[in-house]
């Protein structure tokens, strides 16, 4: 497919944009669209609808509306890759046609995650399906492994299938198994081909750039994106490892506590809008406590937000 | 409140009814119908949009319409306990004001289910949230345990607190879980303040209902009601060991395959409508071999579908 050489791919550092939500669990998309911008200056893709996002708290409708509000506010669509897997598949079509239509960079696809122990074939099928139905050839479809959430893993049998049936269109993947042996074994064999590999965190963003990776998407890109932007230029200089261990130290400080409710509890610290703290249920909003814990942890590894007052 | 001594409860059989599709992928509301009336006429509920019912590879917009269809059908409310539960709590709010406001016994509700190892806490305020945004004391809730599906446990913790929060909203459970010290434990712990416990199979309806349960919500009901139904209403029999031994006998023959798209295909081979064997992916129909050696396991345990011309 032409589309293939012509457009060039999203690479580098991407984020599953935090939703910020009202104190009566509606989303704030004013609030969200200055993380967005926020985010834009600091060199950090976005990731908007995904698991760090809250995406699958959010109603279908919930997803059109936000992402039409961060485009009406010209937030470039060719920085955009919205999550769009889903149980449903209409769902998954509506949303994803919407994403494509839009003109976002790509797409970032959960497999169907209801249904436990599911063949290689019914997963090929839902993704074959939702490409059927979308026919655009501007898609570009970021394969989403993290069984430890969704419980349904993307195999390399599936991840050859669909790139043999749809090149061009299967364009990559975000790892998040946290198990370095299946990066490392999708990056040997399906880079080269042009399938990029972005590491699920910032914890494997050296090894994935050393290893021929496109970049990486990380839930703490929502509150430490300059020092991941950093590496992820410099990754062949020097003080590259230096770099690494850094960021490993900051991620853990957020790791003792749950991640999402502890990346809105850092935004609130670092800007005063303490309505950043609200997660929707099942998720629980770190206690007074645990948040002056986090913001004495981030203090001890010298975690700076810069231009926090944008977000404010 | 007055109306927990006023209504009588949903209790006995129900099936999570199989939801048909046709050959493009659409529901099929006709056959829906059909097979709604059939289980009616076997004395089975209808827990229409379970796990067997494919619920959550289905659309919200498909949700409501497949329930009103049914009920402009003349399918009596007051045999219908749809599944409400998603991982987005406008989702969930919305299928189960829907099911109130039109009358249903009750919805069989999942935990939202994407995030995994949450909090009891974070669990509380989901349900809690539809209970509060329905607003309707019409609303009796069952939770839908099923953590080798859903990956989110209700846990006895949880239902106490529920149950204390909202008395005669929490009405009962089926518990899918396929572990009896559970089942067990809730039926001695809720069961005699009126929770109604409901087995999640037929393999534990005797023992469900001599520790005092309600009933069973189960798959094979959409197939083998009859059987099903006789153990519920004589297991204080002398013959009642030898009915459940039975039962087993007979869904043990579709165990072998995955079950939703075995009971499908064994009402294809009974009535000859080989468009209910469509499923939509990630599940993945019988194959023609597969089917073939379903219809001999069936035929040597016996197995009938009485008047299944009513389902063609």
Redesign the interface.
């Known amino acids: 497919m032409s589309t293939t050489q012509t457009t060039p791919r999203i690479k580098g550092i991407l984020s599953p944009v935090l939703t910020p939500f009202h104190a009566d669990?509606s989303p704030d998309p004013d609030r969200f669209i200055r993380h967005c911008r926020w985010l834009i200056d600091q060199d950090v893709g976005l990731a908007v609808f995904g698991?760090n996002s809250e995406a699958?708290?959010?109603?279908?409708?919930?997803k059109r509306d936000m992402l039409e509000r961060l485009l009406d506010a010209g937030i470039p669509a060719a920085r955009l890759m919205p999550g769009t897997g889903a149980?449903?598949?209409?769902?998954a079509v509506?949303l994803t046609r919407h994403a494509v239509r839009a003109g976002c960079a790509g797409v970032l696809m959960l497999?169907?995650?209801?249904?436990?122990g599911?063949?290689d074939?019914?997963?090929f099928?839902?993704f074959a399906?939702v490409i059927d139905a979308v026919a655009d050839d501007r898609l570009r479809i970021y394969l989403y492994h993290i069984p430890?959430?969704?419980?349904?893993p993307i195999t390399l049998t599936l991840i050859e299938r669909l790139l043999k049936a749809f090149p061009g269109i299967i364009a990559g993947t975000k790892d998040s198994s946290g198990d370095w042996a299946h990066t490392s074994a999708t990056l040997e064999r399906f880079q080269p081909q042009g399938f990029d590999v972005f590491a699920g965190s910032e914890n494997y963003l050296l090894a994935t750039m050393r290893g021929g990776g496109a970049g990486c998407i990380t839930a703490t890109g929502n509150v430490n994106p300059g020092a991941i932007v950093r590496l992820y230029h410099s990754w062949q200089n020097a003080d590259a490892d230096a770099q690494q261990k850094k960021l490993d130290e900051q991620r853990a400080a957020f790791a003792k506590f749950p991640m999402i409710p502890a990346m809105k509890s850092a935004i609130a610290l670092k800007t005063g809008r303490m309505d950043w703290v609200h997660v929707?249920?099942?998720?629980?909003e770190l206690s007074d406590e645990q948040r002056a814990l986090l913001g004495q942890a981030l203090d001890q590894t010298g975690f700076v937000m810069p231009n926090a007052h944008q977000l404010a």
């Open positions: 669990g698991t699958n708290s959010l109603s279908v409708a919930e149980c449903a598949l209409p769902d509506e497999p169907p995650f209801y249904y436990k599911v063949s074939e019914g997963l099928r839902a399906q430890p959430v969704s419980g349904v929707r249920p099942p998720l629980v």
